[in-house]
């Protein structure tokens, strides 16, 4: 039962290009979705995140976008840069049913920046 | 300004051997969580906790997995009698309250022979 689906494995953009990472959710209790940035043998970091009362928060380079009608939320990268090169993951959570620190996660997109 | 800690990075047991996975939050964090990731899969919550208080274990398997964080010291995560399926990076994170962003630590890369 994938609520959380991230539905490229990989995505492959050059340096100075924009770099859109997508994310579907079925469970139309959430309404808080982050992104998590991860290099291998870390541990995953976070980016940005927006709440279902916005359907855009921005913080310098990374935006997100939620269009809750389609249960669909993007990640915007612009201008890419070769260490932006990650498995992005994208989480959900609800704090309406009272969970909110429960985290569910998508499988993740493997984004690759090319110099 | 120490992160999340856990050690060890990498651990391997042998099938019916003890796991234990250990946590340190960052300083401060008084809220831990455990997630696991399955190869090709994304992270799975398992359990919340406060000190010395269980809040959510409602991802966590029901025989052979437990977790507590102590008044004084790590949180633990305790495996019994490992199986094959439970070789995972296992991940610890923490926050200041529950509902503040989680920082993640680096996991625990559990291999199961």
Known sequence: DQQVKQNSPSLSVQEGRISILNCDYTNSMFDYFLWYKK???????????????????????????????????????????????????????????????????????LLTVNP | NAGVMQNPRHLVRRRGQEARLRCS???????????????????????????????????MPKERFSAEFPKEGPSILRIQQVVRGDSAAYFCASSSGNTDTQYFGPGTRLTVL
């Open chain 1, 39 to 109: 290099y291998p043998a870390e541990g995953p970091t976070f980016l940005i995140s927006i709440s279902s009362i916005k359907d855009k928060n921005e913080d310098g380079r990374f935006t997100v976008f939620l269009n809750k009608s389609a249960k669909h939320l993007s990640l915007h990268i612009v201008p890419s840069q070769p260490g932006d090169s990650a498995v992005y993951f994208c989480a959900a959570s609800s704090y309406s049913g009272g969970s909110n620190y429960k985290l569910t996660f998508g499988k993740g997109t």
């Open chain 2, 25 to 59: 939050p960052v300083k401060g964090h008084s809220h831990v969580y455990w997630y696991r990731q399955l190869p090709e899969e994304g992270l799975k919550f398992m359990v919340y906790l406060q000190k010395e208080n269980i809040i959510d274990e409602s991802g």
